[in-house]
């Protein structure tokens, strides 16, 4: 198994990294008034993801579990906004789907991934 030493090389920080950049290209056609509203707040969430887990990656200690527990939470919450923006029909059956896809996966990941750093 290869080494990690960048977080480029770690496949949950990829993963989520890709999720940041789904979510910016769909909150691109979401409607302006959402602005400063649900896309703001889809785009830091989803930013959050990646940033916490590259912190956590630097962090010696305890606390590096924090920075990925921040990362789990800012998925959850991102995991509800993609099911209100379905629901407010701006984005289509398709998309939820992918974005539902995605944050289980991501999911996934990082749940292995912090279980593998307390053994």
Known sequence: MKRIE???????????HEFTIFTYKI???????EKYGLISQM????????????EAFRRRGKDKFVFYSYADASLEELRYQFLLSYE???INKD????AKQ???EIGGML????????K
């Open 6 to 16: 960048k977080i480029e090389d770690l496949r949950v920080w990829k993963k989520a």
């Open 27 to 33: 909150t691109a056609n979401f409607p302006d008034n």
């Open 43 to 54: 785009r830091r969430c989803a930013v959050s993801i990646p940033s916490n887990i590259a």
């Open 88 to 90: 407010l029909e701006y």
């Open 95 to 98: 998309e939820y789907n992918s």
């Open 102 to 104: 995605l944050a289980d």
């Open 111 to 118: 749940n292995r991934w912090v279980k593998s750093l307390k």
